[in-house]
């Protein structure tokens, strides 16, 4: 297994430009999420998905969009990227249908706007 | 709403040195508490976890113990390796539909031969 995958590793953006973070996973878990990390502030939700076709919003959720086609994949799009969304972005899944709640995460996506 | 308060950063130890991270949070009903390892340019792995008071999780000689009195999770390791050197986060998982993590702000530990 690949577990969760993420592309791009690395990107730069310009003011307004927009962008599609991927994240993928092959362990058939219905619960995806998006989180970015900040220096000082750990990770904070963007938004999540419990099952293809379903999604809704975190914490921090301005800027961004969402959307669930497939159980694998759980696409972040920028529509206009803006200095401030600078970070490191985390996509994690879960099973929900146990106990189990441990969340496993990709290796991320360093997103520089200027 | 649900937060973790973990102890600030950078904590410098030397090999062989114990180690405590502190952990407390804030939370309504019983959530499952982790705590996670982020490796220089890596994701976050899950160190080790625990779902209910007085749980120890226990993972590659660390240790943390869920304590609902007084509200903590502290890390804890009795020898530090250079290999440890990582960022740890302390995070609850609420029990609702969101079924999202909070996390604390992160603990960077350096360790030196």
């Known amino acids: 297994n690949a577990g969760v995958t993420q592309t791009p590793k690395f990107q730069v953006l310009k003011t307004g430009q927009s962008m599609t973070l991927q994240c993928a996973q092959d362990?058939?878990?219905?619960?995806m999420s998006w989180y970015r990390q900040d220096p000082g502030m750990g990770l904070r939700l963007i938004h999540y998905?419990?099952?293809?076709?379903?999604?809704d919003q975190g914490e921090v959720p301005n800027g961004y969009n969402v959307s669930r086609s497939t159980t694998e994949d759980f696409p972040l799009r920028l529509l206009s990227a803006a200095p401030s969304q600078t970070s490191v972005y985390f996509c994690?899944?879960?099973?929900?249908?146990?106990?189990?709640?441990?969340?496993?995460f990709g290796p991320g996506t360093r997103l520089l706007v200027l | 709403g649900d937060s973790v308060t973990q102890m600030e950063g950078p904590v410098t130890l030397s090999e062989e040195a114990c180690l405590t991270i502190?952990?407390?949070?804030?939370?309504?009903?019983?959530?499952?508490l982790f705590w996670y390892v982020q490796y220089p340019g890596e994701g976050l792995q899950l160190l080790l976890k625990?779902?209910?008071?007085?749980d120890k999780g226990s993972n590659k000689g660390f240790e943390a113990t869920y304590r609902k009195e007084t509200t903590s999770f502290h890390l804890e390791k009795g020898s530090v390796q250079v290999s440890d050197s990582a960022v740890y986060f302390c995070?609850?998982?609420?029990?609702?539909?969101?079924?999202?993590?909070?996390f604390g702000s992160g603990t960077r530990l350096q360790v030196q031969p």
């Open positions: 994690a899944s879960r099973s929900t249908g146990t106990s189990e709640e441990t969340q496993y």
């Open positions: 502190n952990c407390t949070y804030t939370a309504t009903g019983y959530p499952s």
């Open positions: 995070a609850l998982s609420d029990r609702t539909g969101r079924r999202a993590l909070t």
């Open positions: 362990m058939n878990h219905e619960y």
């Open positions: 998905s419990v099952g293809a076709g379903i999604t």
């Open positions: 625990a779902t209910k008071a007085d």
